[in-house]
Nanobody, 119 residues
Framework: QVQLVESGGGLVQPGGSLRLACAASGNIFSISTTSGWYRQAPGKQRELVAAITGLFYTNYTDSVKGRFTISRDNAKNTMYLQMDTLKPEDTAVYYC????????????WGQGTQVTVSS
């Protein structure tokens, strides 16, 4: 069983930046893996923030376009989310996910990391 471990969350002022990382304990990031960052704020449903495919195509939810950047280093088994110009409404627990969309061999989730944007 592969584990995903998020890091990089914390408290930041509005307008600030954070970089989240999601490290996998095994070699799961490949051309058949789509991975993404989700977030869940109190009282709200979990939503997809950004995703990246095995061919490194990316997509973002509208509210973070131009502010967040998703990337992945397959050799290091790590995915990142660079978050700039943070807003209070970005406050949430952020989760990483990795799934094999071709062979359906796995669908892993991390435990989550808290991001709080507040002055």
């Amino acid at each position: 069983q592969v584990q995903l471990v998020e890091s990089g969350g914390g408290l930041v002022q509005p307008g600030g930046s954070l970089r989240l990382a999601c490290a996998a304990s095994g070699n799961i990031f490949s051309i058949s893996t789509t991975s993404g960052w989700y977030r869940q704020a109190p009282g709200k449903q979990r939503e997809l923030v950004a995703a990246i495919t095995g061919l490194f195509y990316t997509n973002y939810t509208d509210s973070v376009k131009g502010r967040f950047t998703i990337s992945r280093d397959n050799a290091k088994n790590t995915m990142y989310l660079q978050m700039d110009t943070l807003k209070p409404e970005d406050t949430a627990v952020y989760y990483c996910n990795a799934k094999d969309v071709v062979y359906k061999r796995f669908d892993y989730w991390g435990q989550g990391t808290q991001v709080t944007v507040s002055s």
